[in-house]
C-alpha cells in the first residue's frame, strides 16, 4: 500500500493526468516538479516518519550511534539507492507515467541480485533463478502485448 502511494505522488509530482503524461502534455519538457526537488520531498518525509517509528520504538536515530565502519556503506546507499534511484524514477515517470515507470521498476531487485552475485560471491537457489526469470518475462510480457481497447458503454436515461 504504501508503495503505491508512492508511485501515486510520483505522478502527481511529475504532472501525470489522467490519460496523458507530462511529457506528453508539455511536448517533451517534463516534469512540473523537477525531479531532484520531487525525490526531496519524498525522502525527507520518509526520513520523517521512519524517525518517527525509531524513536517510538526505543530505536537510537543519532548519527552517533551508528558504528563508524558503517558510514561508507550509508553514504553509498544514500547517494545510489536513494538519491538518484528516486530522481531518475520521477524523471521517467513524467516521461512514460506511473505505471510504465513502475513496471519497469520490478527488474530493480534482478539487478540487485547480479550485481550481488558479481560483486559478493553471492550464489543463487533455482528458486531464485527462476523467480528472476519471472519477472524479467513478465515485464517483457506487459510491455510487448498490445493493451485491450476498452469498450465504451453509452446508457440511455
Given amino acids: 500500500m504504501i508503495y503505491s502511494v508512492y508511485i501515486i505522488l510520483a505522478a502527481r509530482l511529475a504532472g501525470e493526468r489522467r490519460g496523458e503524461t507530462a511529457a506528453s502534455r508539455t511536448g517533451g519538457a517534463g516534469a512540473e516538479t523537477r525531479p531532484a526537488v520531487a525525490a526531496s520531498l519524498m525522502i525527507s518525509g520518509t526520513f520523517a516518519v521512519v524517525a518517527a517509528l525509531a524513536t517510538v520504538g526505543g530505536r ?6 551508528v558504528p563508524a565502519d ?4 550509508l553514504t553509498g546507499i544514500a547517494i545510489f539507492s536513494t538519491a538518484l534511484a528516486i530522481s531518475a524514477f520521477y524523471a521517467a515517470t513524467a516521461r512514460i507515467g506511473a505505471a510504465q515507470t ?5 527488474v530493480e531487485p ?48
Avoid at 60 to 65: E, F, Q, R, S
Avoid at 70 to 73: E, I, K, Q, T, V
Avoid at 102 to 106: F, N, P
Fill in 60 to 65: 537510537p536515530i543519532l548519527p552517533g550511534d
Fill in 70 to 73: 558503517a558510514w561508507f556503506g
Fill in 102 to 106: 513502475a513496471l519497469v521498476s520490478t
Fill in 110 to 157: 534482478v539487478w540487485t541480485i547480479t550485481l550481488a552475485v558479481i560483486l559478493f560471491g553471492e550464489t543463487l537457489s533455482p528458486v531464485q533463478l527462476v523467480g528472476g526469470a519471472l519477472v524479467i518475462g513478465g515485464v517483457i510480457l506487459a510491455q510487448t502485448t498490445p493493451g485491450a481497447t476498452p469498450e465504451v458503454v453509452v446508457e440511455e436515461a
